[in-house]
């Protein structure tokens, strides 16, 4: 017996998620991941446009789950200018992303090892961050697998659960788009981007 796409996905069919991240490159495995990380974290349906035009700017629709740590020393000294505030310095962490991701977020966010800014660098479509939040999602979902093994974040499964967490936990129900930009970047990077992901959503979700 054939069953109907609405009776398989109960809030978001790969064809809403691929007209809501045009470059997905798998948007029936995603669309699976986020149907059942939306109904794990009870996401509002309200709130589902504004969670993926987060997440397609964050990530490049799903494209980009790890971050980026291979910075020029030009461009360190224009991102941490504290941190990094000659060429001397920089230099030592230019194009070099784990000795950065340890100089920038070790101390920080949970992180007290040696090596966990390394190991607990941004990962998953809203790239969670720190010993910190990858051990308060792993609560969230009774499960030791993201502290256990970060890299799971990069599978749609463990990903998608990852993102929906973060989202309903820092972002405010309604929340418009500065303030959930703010929420999930820390600034208002790529506004006007994310600004037109919400609107296209918006028409694709309703």
């Not at 977020?105 to 990858?134: C, E, H, S, V």
């Not at 989202?167 to 790529?190: E, F, L, Q």
């Amino acid at each position: 017996m054939w069953l109907d796409e609405a009776e398989i996905y109960r809030h978001i069919t790969p064809e809403q998620l691929a007209n809501c991240l045009p470059d997905c490159p798998n948007p029936t495995q995603w669309a699976v991941a986020f149907d059942d990380a939306i109904e794990f974290f009870d996401v509002r349906r309200d709130d589902r446009a504004m969670l993926f035009a987060q997440v397609g700017h964050e990530s490049q629709d799903l494209n980009t789950l790890e971050e980026t740590l291979s910075y020029s020393a030009r461009r360190l000294m224009q991102v941490w200018p504290s941190r990094f505030p000659n060429d001397r310095i920089a230099s030592q962490y230019a194009h070099n992303p784990e000795a950065l991701a340890n100089n920038v977020y070790g101390g920080r966010m949970g992180n007290d090892k040696d090596g966990d800014g390394w190991l607990f660098r941004g990962r998953g479509p809203i790239q969670l961050t720190g010993r910190y939040n990858y051990t308060r999602f792993a609560d969230a979902i009774n499960s030791r697998e993201p502290v256990l093994y970060p890299d799971s974040l990069l599978e749609p499964g463990i990903g998608a659960l990852a993102a929906c967490w973060f989202y309903v936990t820092n972002v405010p129900v309604g929340a418009d788009i500065v303030t959930a930009t703010r929420r999930i970047n820390g600034g208002t990077n790529g506004l006007d981007d994310r600004q037109r992901r919400y609107e296209r959503c918006i028409e694709v979700l309703g």
